[in-house]
């Protein structure tokens, strides 16, 4: 998996800070004190250091870290690390030590009185006597003061344990900082995922919906050719301005509220074709509205679902819908009457209507998460609509 630019730039700007740290402390302490001269070769010496740490980090960067990290090969990346810090431990520890180095000596101290030298022979009885008069015992001298046994240094000394340890550190940000981005890619991925899902839950409800209102509008074609010729052309006409709504706006993801407005126009003007006086509609829509969009098709789903359960050539029924919108939210209520044969049950406001109602629902859960208001109220004799959704901006 290819790296991403902002990745690279922040590993370019700290290995670019961390090579010019050499010249910069040099160059401040030549400015400070005069008599320090600006040397290349001290800033060589450093760049050689830091060279090897830059290897071993590309290293990791482009060949380990990505067993780790996108491959998931644990014991692969642990073991090769393995290898590398060893190899990094040993060559460490074959480089000629600089400095100073502590216990190069073991030392044993035994008198601080300068040690008796051995008389020539021949001259022992000329020895001055000791007070008390005795004397001096020259063969019981004490032993050399000073006895040093040369110790070979260290093998892995702290200079090698701090380089391991700075080799380690420069690892684990490696992997923290493509960890990082590899999270941050991930949830790109998944969010595009959500989204594309979210694109086909809604296609597949718009699908289901155009079939099932047409179903309805043709049936009520049917009734209508039958019932009086000249309503049923009437009725066409109609019915090829709706097509033409739904064909070309209601696949998309939202139309102008005017648009969506008219549509409804056109299916009350055709749904009233058929029904006798016996039914009661009140459609109050408004004459002007905010330049705002909402999703296609979302509120005939309601008007048509009152026309299908709710109205009756036998009896007296009603339909009342009204539209209020501002700049920011749309009110929509709608109530019907039930008759005997209607198909409309409730049970803690869950709605048994059809596919029609059932879609809604979905669609707008999907659209809105949660930030809209449907309540549906199945009573004895009424059956009752409100539903307030936000409006997008066009």
Known sequence: MKQSRQENIIYLCAWGLLFAAP???????????????????????????????????????????????????RVAYFSVLAV??????????????????????????????PPFAEPP??????????????QPHFNNRPPQRMHEKETPPPFVGEHDILGIVVLLLLFGAN?????????????????ELERENLEQQLQYLRYQINP?????????????????????????????LLMRFVLYEGNKESVPL???LEFISHYVALMQLRYTDKVRLNIQLPESV????????ILITFIENAFKHGVSYRQNSFIEAKVDADNDKLLFTCSNSKVSSANISSSNNTDKGGIGLANVRKRLDLLYEGNYT????????????ELIIPLKKI
């Not at 400095?99 to 601080?112: L, N």
């Not at 992997?175 to 969010?191: H, N, T, V």
């Not at 449907?374 to 609509?385: A, P, W």
Request: glycine share 4%; hydrophobic share 40%.
């Open 175 to 191: 992997l923290g900082i493509k960890g990082y981005f590899r999270s941050r890619d991930d949830e790109k991925r998944l969010a």
């Open 121 to 134: 022979m021949g001259f022992e009885a000329e020895r001055p006597p000791l007070p008390g008069g005795e």
């Open 290 to 297: 905010p330049d705002r969009q909402v999703p296609p098709l």
């Open 212 to 240: 099932h209102f047409f179903m309805n509008t043709l049936n009520n074609i049917h009734a209508l050719v039958d019932i009086d010729s000249e309503k049923a052309k009437e009725t066409i006409e109609e019915l090829s």
């Open 23 to 73: 010249i910069l402390s040099l160059y401040v302490r030549t400015m400070n004190d005069s008599n320090i001269v600006f040397d290349w070769a001290e800033v060589f010496m450093v760049w050689r250091k830091f060279a090897v740490y830059l290897l071993l980090f590309l290293v990791h960067n482009f060949l380990l870290a990505p067993l780790l990290i996108y491959r998931h090969k």
């Open 374 to 385: 449907l309540n549906i109220s199945d009573n004895e004799k009424t059956y009752d609509v």
């Open 84 to 113: 590398i810090i060893a190899a990094f431990t040993l060559w460490q520890c074959t480089q000629p030590k600089r400095g100073p180095q502590r216990h190069r000596h073991h030392v044993e101290r035994t008198d601080q009185h």
């Open 258 to 260: 005017s648009r969506e």
